[in-house]
Structures are given as C-alpha cells and as structure tokens.
C-alpha cells in the first residue's frame, strides 16, 4: 500500500466524481458523509493515491453502536450482559474504475485496526454490519462476519476474530 493511502475525508477530497455504481452511496458520500462527521455521527475515511490526493478510490464510514446481545448468534447471548458496546461499519465502497484490485480489503482491515484501537480505550465485544444484499453478507462473511439469527443481512464480527484477522 505504499502508493496508497487512508485519511479522514476532508474538502480537497473530489467527492463529485466518485461513483461506485450504488447511486445511495455516491449521494452519502456526496452530500452527507462531512455533515455526519461534523455532528459527530460517524467517520468517514477515504482511500487515495498518494500522488493524487483529492482522487476518492474508495470510502468507509465507521461508526460506534449498541448491541444488544440478544439478537447475536449463539454463544454470545449468554457471555455478554443485556447491551453492549460496538463499532459499525456503515458504508464501505469502491470506485467502479477501481473494483477488483484488493481495495475494499484494504479498508476492511483498517476498519478493523480502527476497532482494535478503540477496544484498546473502552472495549469493544465486535462490530455489526448490515448488508445491502446477499453479494455484500457474502463479502463480509469472506471476513469473518455471523449473520444474527433474526436478519440476515444483520452481521456480527467478534473483537476476538478482528484481533485474530489483524495481528497475522
């Protein structure tokens, strides 16, 4: 990833011209990823070339979460108390021109790292993720993700499957 990098989206961003084929995702990153993040919804991050900055390759919103352990998939139910804390992976997307090279999962391991650092402050027991279709749960499946055993398209990653994923 050295020609790569992940920052915090900011202005010089060229959010106009990114389009990775899902219009509600263009139109998130468009016009509502800077407004959650100045109200401190969520974060968004975006993936550029180093030698072009303002190109957007691809994005992932994070956000924190309440789970509650009722709706997880069997064991976690009984090793957790009623709520408890998460991160949420809101939006991840790829630029059309930019599909198929290893870029979702380069932001799928830094929304990883990114919840590892936060468990490492306040604890995290793993982070939720809701599909938009079979194609997307089955992407996250690849990673580790458990469809919660009331909505399928409802995904849970335990901390220890990310701390697992990241430290190999």
């Known amino acids: 990833m050295n020609n790569y990098k992940i920052e915090p989206l900011s202005k010089h961003h060229n959010r106009k011209d990114f389009d990775c084929g899902e219009e509600a995702l263009n139109q998130y990153l468009l016009a ?3 407004q959650h993040a100045k109200k401190s919804v969520s974060r968004t991050f975006v993936l550029i070339e180093v ?3 303002e190109k957007i390759l691809g994005f992932v919103t994070l956000t924190a979460c309440e789970i509650r352990a009722e709706f ?7 090793k957790f108390p009623s709520k408890v804390s998460g ?4 939006r991840l997307a ?5 599909q198929q090279k290893g870029f979702g999962s380069q932001l799928m391991v830094f929304a990883m790292s990114q919840a590892l650092i936060v468990h490492g ?4 027991v793993g982070m939720m993720v809701d599909a938009k279709n079979d194609e997307a ?3 996250y499946r690849h990673y580790g993700f458990i469809p919660l055993p009331d909505n399928s398209l409802t995904l849970f990653l335990p ?3 990310i701390q697992e994923a990241v430290e190999d």
């Open 137 to 139: 749960k089955a992407y």
């Open 121 to 124: 402050s306040i604890g995290l």
């Open 87 to 90: 991160a949420k992976i809101g």
């Open 72 to 78: 997880l998939p069997d064991p976690y139910p009984k």
């Open 159 to 161: 901390i220890k499957t």
């Open 94 to 98: 790829i630029d059309k021109a930019h």
């Open 32 to 34: 509502v990823a800077s």
């Open 51 to 53: 030698d072009r900055p």
